[in-house]
């Protein structure tokens, strides 16, 4: 089968950005998904569409590697690629290059299909998948955990009440906002002094409007690895590993 | 003088969207900040020449009048023209058209320009006003204040901590994240099933890393006006005035 790479340019917009006037992490993959968005809306596969049948696609998983992150202003593509899929699992690659044509950003990414009535993992629907010329596979990936740290010091929790405006059109917490819980988690100092390069961060529960949140956050300031655990009272929602390097100034 | 109307085309990404599909208004204001700093970078007076300088442009205050929201995917032109300006203020207009050239929104805006050491209001320098063909006027403009409401109704304060992404390269909050905290104030209901047409917003004071604001909100659910007063330890920081409209089923 013809491998279908998707691709769309774009021009970092100074709310992707902060005070570095580099992209968030959250904006980053906002931006990645960008692309998965509009190949949807080419193949006629649009979120309603997969909402009208009663199922949304969700995210568990990113393993986001980062060469270096886009800055403002900066002309981009961004290219996706659904890889394979298997009963539950569809798997997905995207990644960015900047206009010398260099790959800077590269993201893997596990999506399942939900029953948006019974709110559980359905089975993926054949003709949901098949457009996106995506191989079937039996083999469930061994995608790796989030690694937790052995020698790590412990920063003070922070919380966030989910807002009105958090929530998407599947009625939970948009993935993307976990990232700057946990970014959030971090010293200004550190963010400032350090770029984010790897970042593992599995999903394993929804949060809906009006919970509260609990980030917390644990560091290894040798190793510059970070662990973060997203909780609410009903338990635990997300976690991540991160690995940092420091700036060249 | 010629009047330099700046405009370019947007695409309206699902990042800029809520539940409903529909752009928030935080996200609204963002896009439309985007055609000034474009014309800014065509004009090359950058952010970075005018903080290289040791200023920056602030916004004071934002009238928004809204007779529908971008939609999910919609394609809109978003225009914007420095209207006048005298000793301390600058006045720009801001609206967007759809793909009918219908006017949807439009935004009057207040600007004054940061001495960044001192964080105060300077004179408005001639060389950085002048390329936009602005018009000099002695006239200071009445804008009205936001409207204080007599019969109301006191929703519960919510309370929020200043996050690292929520601060700008002026090194206070971004002024959009004042939406999300107003409206956020509202309950999910209420946004639900009713539309901003227009909201009067007045930033007195700066917000910084690591504050916890104060957002309190007032109801008139007859004439369906909404009040918002934005406070930390240290004063009052922006208020708001809005008017809704019952969504039509």
């Given at each position: 089968?013809?491998?279908?790479?998707?691709s769309?340019?774009?021009?970092?917009?100074?709310?992707?950005?902060d005070?570095?006037?580099?992209?968030?992490?959250?904006?980053?993959?906002?931006?990645?998904m960008?692309?998965s968005?509009d190949?949807?809306?080419?193949?006629?596969?649009?979120?309603e569409?997969?909402?009208?049948?009663?199922?949304?696609?969700v995210?568990?998983?990113?393993i986001?590697?980062?060469?270096?992150?886009p800055?403002?202003?900066?002309?981009?593509r961004?290219f996706?690629?659904?890889?394979?899929?298997?009963?539950?699992?569809?798997?997905?690659?995207?990644?960015?290059?900047?206009?010398q044509?260099?790959?800077?950003?590269?993201?893997?990414?596990?999506?399942?299909l939900?029953?948006?009535?019974?709110?559980?993992?359905?089975?993926?629907?054949k003709?949901?998948?098949e457009?996106?010329?995506c191989?079937?596979?039996?083999?469930?990936?061994r995608?790796?955990?989030?690694?937790k740290l052995?020698?790590a010091r412990?920063l003070?929790?922070?919380?966030?009440?989910?807002r009105?405006?958090?929530?998407d059109?599947?009625?939970?917490?948009?993935?993307?906002h976990y990232?700057?819980?946990?970014?959030?988690?971090?010293?200004?100092?550190?963010?400032?002094q350090?770029?984010?390069?790897?970042m593992?961060?599995?999903?394993?529960q929804e949060i809906?409007?009006?919970e509260t949140?609990?980030?917390n956050?644990e560091?290894?300031?040798?190793?510059?690895e970070?662990f973060?655990?997203?909780?609410t009272?009903?338990?635990?929602?997300?976690?991540?590993?991160?690995?940092?390097?420091?700036?060249?100034?």
């Amino acid at each position: 089968m013809a491998e279908r790479i998707f691709s769309e340019k774009h021009q970092v917009l100074f709310y992707e950005t902060d005070r570095t006037r580099k992209t968030t992490v959250g904006m980053l993959v906002n931006i990645l998904m960008l692309a998965s968005q509009d190949q949807s809306i080419a193949l006629g596969l649009t979120e309603e569409k997969v909402n009208a049948l009663g199922y949304g696609w969700v995210i568990t998983q990113h393993i986001i590697d980062i060469q270096r992150m886009p800055k403002y202003e900066e002309k981009i593509r961004v290219f996706t690629k659904a890889d394979s899929y298997n009963r539950y699992f569809c798997y997905r690659d995207f990644w960015i290059e900047d206009e010398q044509e260099k790959k800077i950003v590269q993201m893997h990414s596990v999506f399942v299909l939900m029953d948006q009535k019974k709110r559980k993992i359905a089975r993926v629907l054949k003709n949901l998948i098949e457009p996106y010329d995506c191989e079937y596979s039996t083999k469930v990936e061994r995608t790796p955990n989030p690694k937790k740290l052995t020698t790590a010091r412990r920063l003070p929790a922070k919380h966030y009440r989910v807002r009105f405006m958090d929530i998407d059109s599947n009625q939970h917490v948009n993935n993307v906002h976990y990232f700057d819980w946990m970014i959030d988690g971090l010293s200004e100092g550190f963010l400032l002094q350090h770029q984010l390069r790897r970042m593992n961060i599995k999903y394993k529960q929804e949060i809906h409007y009006g919970e509260t949140v609990e980030s917390n956050t644990e560091i290894d300031d040798k190793k510059l690895e970070t662990f973060h655990v997203i909780k609410t009272a009903s338990g635990e929602s997300c976690r991540a590993h991160c690995l940092w390097e420091k700036n060249n100034f």
